[in-house]
């Protein structure tokens, strides 16, 4: 079995085109021999390095833990190897369990199969271990579990975290189509915001932005407000898990920039209101009714993150005009501040009219979207840029 407390081999799962700021996260934590996949990283530490990322990562989903590597061809060389894994050093008969599985190999046809197979030698070896066994809970179980096969290459995992870590527990309410905290949290990291000048969604949703912009520059960790799945191992030490999140109170801050959102629909500022109200910022972050396009701005050096409709949440025959408007609205009246504009819809985005200094291609649930950087200048200097190839 690969566990070692002092040197575990561990996974980072997260959205596609995050996966170079999840790296830089997790190297400030200290991780060790990182290297970068498609939706992945991958790094090795010790239970306390496990403990912090779980807690301070911002652009991770979860954070899985190998316990074997091997070769496999059929279902019952999978179920020895299964078996022979020590699943009681982390399970015992009270708990519940839930498999989560990926299969891509030509000698297994159903990932559901794989993960009854999993479920059975855990169950198996608990029973002989323990005469007694746990139950299954796919809803909300104290121990999830990972299998992945891809080819003849199987990797078995613990799941540290649980719920999705997008799951911050700030999210009491909702608009259509809101942004995942994760990649919210992707958006500010990608656009170099640094917390040292001031920072406005001016189409807010849900607020998500504007709160992980906020817990960003306060220092909040994405995972003050939740459990997670280590919490229930057998072996999950309480008195390292609470120094860590002690000393992490030391480095949460008041902000010393504004940071505002505004949005058109009276639905959506309810809902950012009861978002922030949830984890008591509501009083730190500006938050007004208003039309992007017709109210008059008054700012200056202030990074602007969007997302505006395109497509999604409003009929295609309106998405490429409503672009138009916000390029022309950002030209007109937001020179001096630099914009970052997230969205989906690729005939829209060239209705804006201007040239971006910068992009990323990132993914928005299914849909593929670019993220791109508005330098807003006054007069000629806007020309100093050329677009980037789409």
């Not at 060790?32 to 239970?47: E, W």
């Not at 091997?70 to 699943?87: A, G, H, P, S, T």
């Not at 994405?222 to 390292?240: D, H």
């Not at 910068?358 to 330098?375: G, P, V």
């Amino acid at each position: 079995m690969l566990f070692d407390e002092n040197n575990l081999e561990i996974t980072a799962k997260t959205l596609a085109g995050l996966e170079d700021v999840l790296s830089a996260e997790i190297e400030r934590l200290g991780g060790r021999d990182i290297s970068l996949h498609s939706r992945a990283v991958t790094f090795f530490g010790d239970t306390a390095l496990l403990y912090k990322a779980n807690l301070h990562v911002r652009t991770a989903l979860k954070f899985l833990i190998a316990l074997k590597k091997f070769q496999v061809r059929n279902d019952k060389q999978f179920y020895e190897q299964c078996l022979d894994i020590e699943w009681e050093s982390f399970i015992t008969p009270n708990m519940t369990i839930a498999v989560d599985s990926t299969v891509n190999s030509p000698h297994f046809n159903h990932a559901n199969y794989v993960a009854l197979k999993l479920k059975d030698a855990v169950v198996d070896r608990l029973r002989d271990y323990y005469g007694g066994r746990p139950d299954v809970d796919v809803n909300n179980p104290d121990i999830r579990l990972n299998v992945y096969i891809s080819g003849e290459d199987c990797v078995i995992s613990l799941d540290s975290s649980g719920n999705s870590l997008h799951k911050r527990g700030y999210r009491v309410s909702q608009t259509d189509a809101p942004l995942n905290e994760v990649l919210a949290a992707g958006l500010i990291l990608l656009s170099g915001w640094n917390a040292e000048t001031d920072l406005y969604d001016p189409m807010c949703g849900s607020g998500t932005i504007v709160t992980e912009a906020y817990m960003f520059a306060a220092g909040i960790p994405p995972g003050n407000f939740r459990k997670f799945s280590f919490m229930n191992w057998k072996n999950y030490n309480e008195a390292l898990w609470t120094r860590i999140k002690n000393e992490s109170k030391a480095f949460i801050i008041e902000p010393q920039v504004k940071i505002s959102c505004a949005d058109i629909s009276s639905k959506a500022i309810s809902v950012t209101f009861r978002n922030l109200e949830e984890i008591g910022i509501e009083k730190k972050i500006d938050v007004r009714r208003r039309d992007f396009i017709k109210a008059k701005p008054e700012m200056e050096n202030t990074t602007l993150i969007m997302n505006p409709p395109y497509g999604e949440r409003m009929d295609d025959e309106d998405v490429e005009a409503f672009h138009k408007q916000i390029g022309d609205k950002l030209k007109q009246d937001y020179k001096g501040n630099v914009a970052w504009v997230l969205s989906g819809n690729m005939a829209a985005l060239k209705m804006f009219g201007l040239r971006h200094a910068k992009q990323f291609i990132l993914m928005n649930a299914t849909i593929e979207c670019r993220f791109r950087k508005f330098e807003l200048y006054e007069g000629s200097r806007k020309s100093k840029y050329n677009s980037d190839p789409d």
